[in-house]
């Protein structure tokens, strides 16, 4: 009858597990566009994102990229909130199996006041405990430990396009700063021509002093922002240095190695990005937007998990094993196991306490959706704001560069006219100011553009594709 009431108790609580809490409907994000609204750059039609730094034809650029990534503290962070995750992940899934447990016993027995002899009984036996999960409460903590997991892959991930999009910056900002460094020193060598050239005519009285003066100023003051120049790309190398931990005499001789022959063409990637489909696929390849919709997963879990708190709990213990009975110069052995107790709790009165639980588990699922929704918003302002700034720098390059030619050629019939003695000083410094300016408005443009794609490379998350759902 023992067994019967046994068999029975465990039979009801199997077929009421299936009557398992769900949570809240998880929302989707409808801020999503149709379509971008800003023009692909080269219609579309790159490389795809997951080879985008090999493809870039710059091998120097993919070591930085490497070396960063071996030493970054943020992605060793990812990396170990992953491991934190995995555990934890581990840990609620054990909740929902049998805990089984090995004991051994012995206990020694003497009565001096009566005829029974003293005795040793020694056991050893598997003890077992088990949690029905009849609300679906230990369920709901594996999937939102799931789900962190997931989160915290993506985390990892997106750690490590953080990095490649700020070594890339660097890399290309050090770049431009060397081409500025180069129209800098060219300037300040014309400038200095001058000066000496002006300073033999004035000593031989074609011109007047102050005029000498005016061209050595003027030769000062490139030579100075020469060296201001200077000065700013020995700190794009540092910050190389800081990111890579590579040697600056070793990071500096790699530069000065593959240097490109064309300084204006190095300042920007080769290859651009593929976007397949736009927006959805865009959108669900960034670990950002992956990682707040796990967040929402995890938190609709936990409104199950603390739903499931206020409804009773059954757990069942049993054991089995083996026993020795020493008594009177006689051993005694035999099996033994039992089950039970199989113990019903019931929650009456916590004063609130779980009710409460379940409002604040609703209210971090709410918040967990504002943010999701949040981030696909920026996701797509992200993205389109790339888009436009690349269009930007497709449509100015041609003016930029007829304005260079232009001012070029305008700054070297003044100067062939002032070596004749055509053309004044002051004409002069003003054709070379506005040939300085289209030269550094120049690499600055290209600057510009190589910032715009490692902008829209990350915003397009990097190449990254979502992991099939468990």
């Known amino acids: 009858m023992r067994n019967r009431h046994c068999a029975l108790a465990v039979a009801a609580a199997l077929a009421l597990s299936g009557c398992g809490l769900t949570g809240p409907a998880r929302q989707v994000p409808d801020e999503a566009p149709v379509q971008w609204q800003a023009p692909l750059p080269h219609g579309g039609r790159v490389t795809e994102l997951s080879g985008w730094w090999r493809s870039q034809g710059d091998p120097v650029l993919a070591q930085l990229i490497e070396a960063a990534q071996e030493v970054s503290p943020t992605i060793a962070s990812a990396r170990s909130r992953i491991g934190q995750a995995r555990a934890e992940r581990t840990a609620a899934g054990a909740a929902l199996a049998p805990a089984v447990n090995g004991v051994a016993t012995s206990t020694r027995t003497s009565q001096q006041q009566a005829e029974t002899p003293s005795n040793t009984t ?11 999960d009849i609300f679906g409460g230990n369920r709901a903590a594996r999937d939102a430990a799931q789900a962190r997991l997931d989160s915290a892959q993506a985390g990892w991930h997106d750690a490590r396009v953080s990095v490649a999009a700020e070594t890339a910056n660097e ?17 300040a060598r014309s400038r200095a021509d001058t000066a000496r050239l002006t300073e033999l005519t004035a000593k031989a009285g074609f011109q007047a002093p102050a005029t000498a003066a005016q061209a050595r100023a003027s030769a000062a003051e490139a030579n100075s922002r020469a060296i201001a120049q200077r000065a700013q790309c020995d700190v794009s190398v540092k910050a190389l240095v800081a990111l890579t931990a590579i040697d600056e005499p070793q990071l500096r001789n790699r530069l000065a190695s593959a240097a490109p022959a064309d300084a204006l063409a190095g300042l920007s990637p080769a290859q651009g990005i593929a976007l397949a489909q736009l927006p959805a696929q865009t959108l ?10 796990r967040e929402v997963a995890a938190a609709s879990f936990e409104v199950v998990g603390a739903r499931a708190q206020r409804f009773p709990r059954l757990t069942l213990a049993g054991a089995v094993g083996r026993g020795r009975v020493h008594v009177a110069g006689e051993n005694v052995t035999a099996n ?8 019903l709790s019931v929650p009456l009165f916590d004063a609130g306490t779980r009710r409460a639980n379940v409002d604040a588990a609703r209210d971090r699922y709410e918040a967990a959706v504002s943010s999701y929704r949040g981030t696909v918003r920026q996701a797509v302002r992200e993205v389109e704001e790339a888009l436009v700034n690349l269009q930007s720098t497709d449509e100015r390059a041609a003016d930029a560069r007829t304005a260079l030619e232009g001012y070029r050629s305008a700054f070297v019939a003044t100067e062939d006219r002032y070596k004749n003695g055509m053309a004044s000083l002051l004409e002069l410094e003003d054709a070379r100011r506005t040939r300085l300016a289209a030269e550094n408005a120049m690499v600055s443009l290209q600057r510009e553009r190589s910032a715009a794609w490692i902008a829209l490379y990350r915003a397009a998350g990097g190449g990254w594709t979502r992991p099939a759902q468990q």
């Open 122 to 132: 020694s056991q050893v036996y598997a003890q077992a405990s088990w949690e029905l």
């Open 171 to 187: 890399y290309y900002g050090l770049r431009a700063c060397e081409q500025l460094l180069a129209v800098a020193q060219q300037d």
């Open 284 to 293: 669900a390849q960034r670990p950002d937007v992956f990682t707040a919709e």
């Open 336 to 343: 033994t196991w039992n089950i039970g107790p199989v113990q």
